[in-house]
């Protein structure tokens, strides 16, 4: 860890979960909460109206570390952000013996946009010094607001769409193509063209060893030049502040970057790094980095596996013939 | 009155006492100056002397005349117990071990599971909990030496000696027993009492006796309900393979008297292989008692009515006078062998008792358990773990949550909470029985099915309990097939007596379930006893319930099946933005701040110690060290240094560190310029990190 604290902070751990959730007052079935993804989803389709929510937390904390400690007057508190809003809402949690700690979250729908992170804090005096953060929570949750599902949003939007014909106008433009990737918006989307003959069929088929090794050469591509079209977003999006120091994005920016940085600058740093690629586009150098980029995409989609999968496959099959 | 309920009958008593005294009907006409015929209508019960002529029967007898009036067996001092050897077959046929005993592993587990079961099937006031309690007593020295002196152990140890000389499993483990007692000098005691039972009621031989069940037979297993868990009479051999010695003490207090009386009557019971001692062949069971006297069995041993001494110095008093049986396994161990230590063993017996009793011992908020459990573990007799009263919901929280809220009334059709407790009821069609008279037409019985979320340390989740009759375990199966991301359940399946109600379709089901359990009941499936008993159809009702509790389990558990909007399989596996926080990290190529430990000085500067590490590589590593405040949002304030100070492998220039090409780890230490600090040290979290130095070639 590079981070030091001017005064005593809990090594124990400190963990939490979301026990139950109200919509205005109604409870939601416990299916939309995940404990194992650390995830609650807010969307039900039967209701999809409403003005607050109430998470319901339970907390655990390292009990015997607190009472031995120099920390007085602790308090625990479930804070919920989502930064695409900047909203904040912090609830203090009551100790409900042996370590563990429950209260609720109320919040304002209005105030959301799509995915708020809840985490908790220990907050105690220390030396004096009241309100002080001596503990996190090592893993946050995630409230999906417009999920119906509690996962973790964890891949792009694959839309099998025929762009003929579809309700996205702005495709037909690109009837004759297979597919198309997509950048803008809360996350990227590949638009598969339904409209070309046998692509979307061949993809999610099975069939032969041989037609599934060419299923993935197809699958590598594609996400080849997904990888590359969103680094080149991320890339184009970066903010910096007053120093001309980029700052990290967030979302799936963010993951993209702390993924592919490391196979397009191996020997920087994560924000070494960034201020490279923010250095090489205002000020030359960046024409260079493509090689990189167009690798780390192709490690991101496994390019070599699977096109060394296809080949193997089809000298098998011609060796047969 | 009580006395008078107990006594034994005249007639019967009588006739024992002169047994006993080897005296005849005749000799005792001619004391009492009465006809033979007289004596031998009191024998027979056809006839009662009156009180005066009891006194002269006394007299005769030379006894007191308060024992007539009582007419209780005798009580028995130690001077007359012995051991008493079965001669070996006339066939000249060996057993090299006890058949039954080989069907388990001697593991105490097991032994906690099977002695547990016979007692909860013994339960005498259904109102009250049956307790039982597990006492580790080791004995060393002169404790030890004591104990095998009240067992008249100089008598019995060359047939050990001759049993462990025969390589065989029995012998071999016989072998080890003696060898591990002489060198530690000490033995273990296992009791295993239980109160509130029946006790082994009944004579000492014959039918429709619980004593002679389970001290004298084999296989039989006289159990006295329906819904008992054993029905092959296999459970109570675990006693004896538990003992290294293959001996176990016995003392019960009798729910229902015997010989007028209840209290203290003893057996031992030795379990040995073939062996030859001084010349004569043995079978090698052994029985530790009174002599017998009855015609026909002379020089077999019988139970004894002993005395609190004896009782005492044979390590078998019990705390209370509550009937039913205490069992003391004299050299007890752990087949499984995973339990060495006294600590061990105390543990893994808590933890059997609770895995495989935890719903016995679950009671509702009105209600009392079926079942108390207790661990105590001594040495001479000394507390060294003191009494352990069995906790299920220490072992077995989500599980015994589930139960408590069914037994409460509290579960819910559909969770909002994850301490709630689902429930819904699985069918199971009870097929009519062959040729019975109870009617042609299957009865459906609705099985209760409970789930709810498993305890976050739990190491073995999404599990389906089931269980019948008193609430025994008969199979714990895996839950398969769940979707992905399914969080973690228990769910328990109360079939038959299980779901509490004494209704008919209960009553059918019970004995259907326990028809199609294999011998070690843990299982429901096709057995001879199902298909001989049941009209055709049995096994398939048998495989649909199987089904049907696996699928209510996925539908109590189960989010909604929702619109795979996730395209093709091949391409979202490899689309996945979170792929960088999953699998192995490749290792960094550029330096790295491995640790930072510092603190506040009294100006106010940090002053830190920063340990790097470094990719190995043959050129030097020039980098800026930055150090930064942190915050929560927004860009992270940077404070200059004022000094920085050069450690291992390190050198500093003009404010930039310089690694040694070919190490693998640095050191430097700072102190920062309070005049750039945007708030106090004391005030702010401090981050340092490497940047690459203006200028430098990487």
Redesign the interface.
């Known amino acids: 860890m590079n981070i030091v604290f001017p005064y005593r902070t809990l090594a124990g751990e400190i963990g939490f979960e979301v026990t139950s959730v109200k919509l205005d007052g109604r409870a939601l079935p416990l299916t939309m909460i995940s404990r194992d993804q650390r995830a609650v989803a807010l969307h039900e389709a039967e209701r999809s109206q409403w003005d607050e929510a109430r998470l319901d937390v339970k907390a655990t904390l390292p009990e015997r570390e607190l009472a031995g400690g120099p920390w007085s007057d602790v308090v625990c508190l479930a804070v919920l952000t989502e930064s695409a809003t900047n909203a904040r809402t912090v609830a203090r949690l009551a100790p409900a013996g042996a370590g563990s700690w429950s209260g609720s979250v109320v919040f304002a729908r209005d105030a959301h946009h799509m995915r708020a992170a809840l985490t908790v804090v220990v907050v105690a005096t220390v030396d004096g010094e009241a309100g002080r953060a001596i503990g996190t929570a090592e893993e946050t949750w995630s409230v999906e607001l417009n999920e119906r599902v509690p996962a973790r949003k964890q891949e792009l939007n694959i839309n099998e769409v025929d762009f003929r014909s579809g309700p996205l106008e702005w495709l037909q433009q690109f009837q004759d193509a297979p597919w198309v990737v997509e950048t803008s918006g809360d996350m990227p989307t590949v638009h598969l063209n339904k409209g070309f003959e046998g692509l979307a069929e061949f993809l999610s088929g099975s069939g032969t060893p041989a037609e599934k090794a060419v299923r993935g050469m197809l699958a590598a591509q594609i996400a080849t030049e997904a990888w590359t079209a969103m680094f080149h977003a991320a890339a184009g999006d970066l903010e910096w502040d007053d120093e001309g120091t980029p700052q990290w994005p967030t979302g799936w920016k963010d993951g993209v970057l702390r993924s592919m940085l490391p196979d397009v600058l191996p020997e920087l740093s994560a924000s070494d790094a960034l201020l490279e690629i923010h250095l090489r586009r205002a000020e030359g150098g960046w024409q260079e980095l493509q090689p990189r980029i167009q690798y780390a995409a192709a490690r991101r989609a496994k390019a070599a596996r699977n096109i060394g999968n296809g080949l193997r496959a089809m000298s098998h099959a011609a060796e047969g013939d | 009155m009580e006395v008078a309920d107990r006594r034994e009958d005249f007639g019967v008593w009588l006739e024992r006492q002169l047994r006993i005294r080897q005296m005849t009907q005749t000799a005792l006409a001619d004391a009492l100056e009465v006809t033979p015929a007289a004596v031998s209508a009191w024998v027979t019960g056809r006839a009662e002397p009156r009180e005066d002529r009891k006194r002269a029967v006394a007299a005769a007898l030379g006894i007191d005349e308060e024992i007539v009036h009582l007419r209780a067996a005798e009580v028995v001092t130690a001077p007359s117990l012995k051991w008493h050897h079965r001669p070996a077959h006339a066939d000249g046929g060996r057993e090299f071990g006890n058949a039954a005993a080989f069907a388990f592993d001697a593991d105490v587990a097991v032994l906690a599971r099977e002695a547990t079961q016979n007692s909860l099937d013994e339960q005498d006031d259904p109102n009250q909990p049956v307790r039982v309690r597990y006492t580790l007593n080791e004995l060393s020295g002169e404790h030890c030496r004591a104990f095998l002196n009240a067992l008249q152990w100089e008598e019995i140890e060359p047939h050990f000696e001759a049993a462990a000389t025969h390589m065989h499993k029995v012998g071999r483990v016989i072998a080890e027993g003696l060898r591990e007692m002489r060198e530690s000098d000490s033995l273990l005691l296992l009791r295993v009492d239980d109160y509130n039972c029946t006790g082994l009621i009944g004579a000492d031989y014959g039918d429709n006796s619980k004593f002679a069940a389970v001290l004298r037979d084999q296989l039989n297993s006289h159990k006295g309900t329906g819904t008992a868990g054993g029905s092959y009479g296999l459970g109570k051999i675990t006693l004896w393979a538990t003992s290294r010695l293959g001996l176990v003490l016995v003392n019960s207090t009798l729910s229902r008297p015997h010989q007028g009386r209840t209290e203290r009557r003893l057996y031992g019971r030795l379990e040995l292989p073939w062996h030859e001692s001084n010349g004569r062949a043995y079978a090698g069971l052994a029985g530790f008692g009174e002599t017998e006297t009855e015609p026909g069995r002379e020089g077999t041993a019988r139970s004894w009515w002993a005395t609190e001494e004896t009782a005492r110095c044979l390590h078998l008093e019990r705390e209370s006078p509550d009937p039913g049986t205490s069992f003391l396994i004299v050299g007890a161990h752990d087949a499984a062998g995973d339990a060495q230590s006294l600590q061990e063993m105390h543990e893994k017996l808590v933890k059997a008792l609770a895995d495989n009793f935890w719903a016995a011992m679950t009671s509702g908020r009105e209600s009392r358990p079926v079942l108390e459990a207790s661990v105590t573990t001594l040495r001479n007799g000394q507390v060294v773990i003191p009494e352990q009263r069995v906790d299920p919901a220490d072992h077995q929280p989500a599980r015994t949550r589930a139960l408590r809220a069914f037994l409460d009334g509290e579960t819910v059709e ?7 407790v689902a429930i819904a009821h699985v069918p199971l069609l009870v097929p009519p029985e062959k040729g019975g008279g109870r009617g042609t037409t299957s009865t459906e019985h609705r099985a209760v099915l409970l789930v709810t ?1 498993a305890d ?1 340390n739990d190491r073995e989740p999404n599990r389906l309990v089931c269980m019948r009759g008193n609430r025994m375990t008969v199979m714990t199966r895996r839950v398969t097939d769940l979707p992905l ?4 359940f228990q769910a328990v399946l109360l079939a038959g007596g299980a779901t509490g109600s004494d209704s008919h379709d209960a009553e059918l089901a019970e004995r259907f379930l326990r028809a199609a359990e294999p011998p070690e009941h843990n299982d429901w499936a096709k057995t001879e006893d199902l298909l001989t008993t049941y009209a055709r159809g049995a096994r398939q009702r048998i495989e649909d319930f199987r089904k049907e509790m696996l699928a209510t389990v996925r539908s109590l ?4 099946e ?1 619109k795979n ?8 596996e ?7 926080t999953m699998g192995a990290r ?1 290792p ?6 491995r ?6 000085d009294a100006r106010g500067a ?1 002053s ?1 110690k920063v340990e790097v590490k470094l990719p190995r590589r043959a050129d030097p590593w020039a980098l800026t060290p930055v150090a930064k405040f ?1 915050v929560r ?3 992270k304030p ?1 404070v200059a240094w004022e000094r920085l100070i050069a450690g291992e492998n390190c050198r500093v220039e003009d404010g930039t560190l310089h690694f040694e090409p070919g190490a693998g780890s640095a050191s430097f230490g700072g102190v920062t310029d309070v005049a750039s600090h945007p708030v106090t ?12 130095a203006k200028g430098a070639t ?1």
């Open positions: 559909q969770r909002t909470d994850t301490t709630q979320a976050e991301s399914t969080d973690a558990v189960g989010r909604r929702v909007t996730g395209g093709p399989a091949v391409l979202r490899l689309l996945r933005i979170d792929a960088h490749r960094d190529r550029h330096p790295v701040v640790h930072v430990e510092g603190e506040v940090w830190v942190d949002s927004g860009a940077v040290g004391q005030m702010a979290r401090l981050i340092v990190d490497l940047q690459k990487t």
